[in-house]
């Protein structure tokens, strides 16, 4: 791909038009390299580095450029000197019947969506659903704040809220009101559902659904769990 | 405060010299609000708005200021218009028998402390001690992450790793091989260590304190959770 293009994939049009996204930094392009091991389709990933990641082992196609140009196609202010361009990729289904899916709905912030996905990716069996209008996963920063889970959960975009009715035997959301997370039935629906960082999910939306609602019971001091942290206990509790 | 000084409390070593630290935001005044009618410390923030707030309802002294020297005491890009100037206050002690201490050895992420510590308020009962070299808990990203919770979880800062030992009795770390977070014996300790998010705790350290070794257990792709998940899971756990 040339450096112009490539550059344009900090923006989601293009990314979406060229079916291609950036990994930046030596962590995370390590991460994609062991992740290629299992999945061909990231072996079509190109690496650019600058002379300090000449030596770099990679089976990817690799490409020396100036640290001029790095800082041209880099997102970030002071680049490592290693990005790859990698193709948008599907993951190998797990049986159906072992997974659970998190469906996400609207939700704004890039670093809550690479935490959740570090999540899903650390206890495993989990599919993330995103509806329209929720932060792109291929985004950069999520990818970062991701710090390689990306390449290991099984990721749905556009995903319309009504269409989980027919898809999913038991919905469960969260809600101040509901059953507390231990109990039996929250580890028995295989939909999950959470809102939008400040607005959370219609309520109407919900009672479509029949969501079972389900309570992390608190002291009351404060309104709110962090979004991240929510989905990260509900996925401890189903896995625990 | 004159509004000079007000404006340096934007760095660490004003906010210490002066004892106050900033609280920006019509959310984080609200909860500071709500928090100053337990904790009369607290009454004694103040309160600078422009003119989009001037009839904000408030028991703190109210200063009305220009939008231009709002922009300049403010951290963010475009201020909301609304900020209090809040000094170091403690907080009332839980019966230290029911009281457990969450230790965290050279954080450096502002969002990681401000998750942390809105997990701690939310489900209560916890301390949070921090290292030297932490982030400074009173730094106005890590009171934004914390959306309030700051204002109820009790704090110690340079706390010293190695007077954990005669403190606590019973001190947990987290690590690959470890007896599982559900195991009984990790509710049986009063005091969970936490690593820097890159390097974690010097094994040295863990040693000399007989930390007991739990693990989150999980399904092997990615190399580790995030640091407030981390910390987010345990404080669950001993909840739950």
Redesign the interface.
Known sequence: MKLDDIKKLQQKKYRNEFQHFLVEGEHLVL?LQKAAQHNPALNQSELLVTEAYENWASPFKTTLISSKQMAQVSDTKTPQGILAVTPFFSLAQTAASQERAIYLHEIQDP?NLG?IL??L?????FRCLLSAGSVDPYNTKVVR?S???IF?VPLELDVDIHSLGTRFHAIACLDMQGKPL?DAQFRQCDCYVFGNEARGVPHEDLATLKAQAFT???????????L??AV??CV??L??
Chains 1, 2 share one sequence.
């Open positions: 991460e670093g935490t570090r999540s990716a650390w206890f495993g069996g704040a710090m390689g889970a290991h231990r992390i019971p608190g002291s009351g001091a404060i309104e709110s769990l962090n991240a942290s990260n206990l401890y509790e896995t625990r």
